[in-house]
């Protein structure tokens, strides 16, 4: 997508797509990753409910092969303690991938609307990333209609950023591997809050969730 070659290109960063292969056809793309900076899954159409033993709802969106794409990489990126951010999508498909379960409609289960560019207040619960980023909160626009709560969130990763309204998990990080992701798009935003900005240097400099952690 435009947009992501577009803000990573501002960070000096240059992408390589991955396109959705399956798990059979990624040996070229892993020897790919194995001499990148890092993993970034991005966001999309929603994840194919088998992963997690979800509901399939008619007339959806779904991709099966792309699931398959992910695992592999994501499999890759943990033996070989890849670097690996998580954008909306990419961050249900981490909390999937390690044992999680997702609400396939959180406005059902919550009362509150998280698509449509919907504008949320988001709080940080993480003390460190706190300190890091320097803030408590910001705001951001939504795009998800699924999403992670607190109650299906996978039992090793832990949550650093929640909605400030109900108990949805908008960030999670892995405290074993440098894996972390968020439910916003920075890619999409006109103004990044300056915490924003700081995850994703994070990301690019190896550093906060994503240093090295054997």
């Known amino acids: 997508e435009a947009s992501y070659l577009d803000y990573f290109n501002s960070f000096d960063i240059h992408l390589f797509p991955v396109p959705n292969v399956g798990i059979e056809s990624l040996h070229a793309y892993l020897n790919i990753l ?48 890849i670097p690996v951010l998580g954008i909306c999508r990419g961050m249900q498909f981490i909390n999937v991938y390690f044992g999680g379960q997702l609400i396939t409609n959180l406005q059902k289960q919550t009362g509150e609307i998280h698509y449509e560019g919907r504008t949320h207040a988001l709080r940080v619960i993480h003390r460190e990333t706190s300190e890091y980023i320097s803030t408590n909160h910001w705001e951001m626009k939504s795009y998800h209609r699924q999403g992670v709560t607190k109650s299906v969130l996978a039992p090793p990763l832990k949550s650093f950023l929640t909605s400030d309204d109900v108990d949805v998990v908008e960030g999670l990080f892995h405290p074993r591997y440098p894996i972390a992701g968020f439910q916003f798009h920075p890619e999409r935003a006109s103004n990044i809050p300056v915490g924003a900005e700081k995850l994703i240097t994070a990301f690019l400099n190896k550093k906060h969730f994503w240093r090295n952690k054997r």
């Open 34 to 81: 194995s001499k990148s900076q890092g993993l970034i899954l991005s966001g999309g159409n929603d994840v194919y409910p088998s992963a997690y033993e979800g509901e399939v709802v008619q007339n959806d969106s779904y991709s099966k092969i792309r699931n398959e794409t992910e695992q592999g990489l994501l499999n890759f990126a943990v033996t070989n303690q």
